[in-house]
């Protein structure tokens, strides 16, 4: 084998092996799904030691920041788990009752739709949250002026995360209809 062929199989060993980069950054995630844990065992126990004081939407306001805890907890996962797979390695699960459904058909352009998508989830929380909470943006001195301008941006941000969702949804669509015609003709 010649040193320039030696050069290049080194070189793309290494380079292949620096997707083991990427474990300490999936094992991080891990440690903050426990701090969401945590976090969400917390905003639990406020409401259920204050329950008899709350009003209607005060509970539903509490309510929803358990549901974004638990939706930004689900993206920590697609994130974890997808992102290890497609990109680190295969994960020993096949067969595994409880594996996710999702995970046997992963693919980034898969992955970036699912991410997309609890991205919406996640913001549509925020924009129930910011509409019920509007009354009191209104009356606070400080931000009373610009409550209903911090109310369009953050439907227009939600829009734009809609609108994206949708463009990567349409792209990966194009991309699996141009695999499937290319696999036709040379099939």
Excluded: C
């Amino acid at each position: 084998m010649s040193p320039g062929n030696r050069a290049r199989g080194y070189l793309g060993a290494v380079m292949f092996a620096s997707r083991w980069l990427q474990a300490p950054l999936y094992l991080g995630l891990i440690v903050a799904q426990m701090l969401y844990v945590v976090t969400f065992m917390r905003e639990l126990w406020h409401l259920a030691t204050h329950i008899t004081t709350l009003n209607e939407a005060e509970m539903m306001l509490m309510v929803l920041g358990l549901v974004d805890v638990v939706m930004v907890a689900n993206l920590i996962i697609m994130v974890t788990i997808g992102g290890y797979e497609t990109f680190v390695s295969r994960l020993s699960v096949d067969g595994h009752p409880d594996q996710p459904e999702w995970l046997s058909q992963v693919n980034a352009n898969i992955l970036k739709v699912k991410l997309a998508m609890a991205i919406i989830g996640i913001s549509s929380v925020h924009l129930l949250k910011s509409f019920v909470e509007a009354r009191t943006y209104f009356e606070d001195p400080e931000l009373g002026a610009h409550a209903g301008d911090v109310l369009l941006w953050q439907t227009v941000i939600h829009i734009a995360f809609i609108l994206s969702a949708m463009a990567l949804a349409w792209i990966d669509k194009l991309s699996i209809a141009s695999h499937a015609a290319a696999a036709a003709r040379h099939g």
